[in-house]
């Protein structure tokens, strides 16, 4: 804050009265400038930009990556086993995929988000760029919630609320929370309400053609200071190996948890009787997407 005083201590009656004259526009430069550092400053949108992210990195087509198996294929099952591919039915030959979302603002703060998009990122790229972008450029970026809702609201009529519409605002989300925290010079944790611990456990995926292997690769994980890994419960679709997972289980015993994941493959009775199995070994983690959805 200037006060008068401060200015007649730089010397001379003419002095001062000059100074005097600007000083409405001095006390409006400090008073704005301590706005910015009580972070009350706007902080507009000028950039919304998406990016797609894929490994490997080659010129293999878009449209060349994604496939599912023949209408009627079966899994490698036997008995009940064998039934309709139907768990994840959309596959990438290998591809990871991913959509990034930068958001720049007027006072150089830049915030990033991502997107899941194994499937057709191109999607989420041209919702971001062509629907979400134009209602966000020129909006405030601390209004997060408010802005939340005015991307939700552009498709609110239609119905949509989940799949690549969902994933493309969780993208500009992040990427204003980003902001927030930068422009603010906090965690987001501590905007969000403050943490609860300060460490997280991690887990790895192990996996091998034979028992041998994924034992292995568990072991050497717990070397690595890992204490959980995750691996699948079958080989193949629709099958069970309990002793895949009864080998990882005991190299962790007493030392951590295996966690398993079935991707949707099981009946609700079927998945009730692996439970139990899985529950006697007595450091199963979790057991991820045991029954598929129409599974009943």
């Not at 405030?140 to 493309?168: H, K, P």
Request: no cysteine.
């Amino acid at each position: 804050m200037v006060h008068r005083r401060d200015l007649l201590k730089l010397g001379g009656t003419t002095l001062a009265a000059a100074s005097i004259a600007s000083l409405p526009s001095l006390m409006a430069q400090t008073a704005a400038s301590e706005r910015n550092k009580a972070g009350t400053s706007p902080l507009k949108i000028t950039a919304v930009e998406a990016f797609i992210v894929r490994y490997p990195k080659d010129n293999t087509p878009e449209e060349a990556i994604t496939m599912m198996p023949p209408i009627g294929a079966t899994n490698e099952g036997v008995g009940l086993w064998k039934r309709l591919d139907f768990h994840s039915p959309s596959r990438f030959k290998g591809y990871q995929q991913l959509v990034l979302v930068k958001i720049s603002t007027n006072q150089g703060i830049v915030g990033w988000g991502e997107a899941h998009a194994p499937a057709a990122p191109r999607v989420h790229k041209t919702v971001v760029s062509d629907l979400l972008a134009p209602v966000l450029v020129g909006e405030d970026a601390r209004n997060v919630e408010v802005l939340w809702e005015r991307m939700y609201s552009t498709q609110r009529l239609r119905g949509y609320a989940t799949g690549f519409f969902m994933e493309s605002i969780a993208a500009v989300d992040l990427a204003l929370w980003d902001i927030l925290g930068k422009y603010l010079g906090e965690p987001v944790y501590r905007l969000l309400g403050g943490k609860y611990r300060d460490e997280l456990p991690t887990y790895i995926w192990v996996n091998g053609d034979s028992i041998n292997a994924i034992k292995e690769q568990t072991a050497k994980a717990f070397e690595d200071g890992y204490t959980v890994v995750k691996m699948s419960l079958g080989v193949t679709p629709g099958t069970a190996r309990l002793d895949r997972v009864a080998a990882v289980s005991e190299v962790v015993k007493g030392r951590g948890q295996v966690i398993v994941d079935s991707l949707g493959t099981f009946k609700l009775y079927e998945a009730i009787k692996l439970g139990r199995d899985l529950d006697k070994m007595g450091n199963i983690g979790w057991w991820e997407d045991p029954p598929d959805a129409g599974g009943l």
